[in-house]
Nanobody, 122 residues
Framework: VQLQASGGGLVQAGSSLRLSCAAS????????MGWFRQAPGKEREFVGA????????YYADSVKGRFAISRDTIKNTVFLQMASLKPEDTAVYYC????????????????WGKGTQVTVSS
């Protein structure tokens, strides 16, 4: 299974942006998927995740109420809808996956996608 993330960009504070992560491969539908981010000089941190069947969703406290994760089970694509963006949301966002699980911690991630840059200007 491979992950392909897209949707990053440069936006102003208060704006919205949607990231997408498409999982390809025969077993892609069995993977829980999520997002992590890494700002310059900081460790990679969890943002949000959704179970392989879409039944459960998890968020970091810093994004609750502003970010929403969803999944298109037919296309095996996960979306991260980001609203009310803040300059502190600036980071490289990485898509992550775990088979039959939820990638809500770095130690639980089995697959990583290439990052996509999100920059929020003040």
């Amino acid at each position: 299974v491979q992950l392909q993330a897209s949707g990053g960009g440069l936006v102003q504070a208060g704006s919205s942006l949607r990231l997408s992560c498409a999982a390809s491969g025969r077993t892609a539908s069995y993977y829980g998927m999520g997002w992590f981010r890494q700002a310059p000089g900081k460790e990679r941190e969890f943002v949000g995740a959704i179970a392989w069947n879409g039944a459960n969703k998890y968020y970091a406290d810093s994004v609750k109420g502003r970010f929403a994760i969803s999944r298109d089970t037919i296309k095996n694509t996960v979306f991260l809808q980001m609203a009310s963006l803040k300059p502190e949301d600036t980071a490289v966002y990485y898509c992550a996956a775990r088979m039959y699980g939820t990638p809500d911690e770095i130690s639980r991630v089995q697959l990583w996608g290439k990052g996509t840059q999100v920059t929020v200007s003040s």
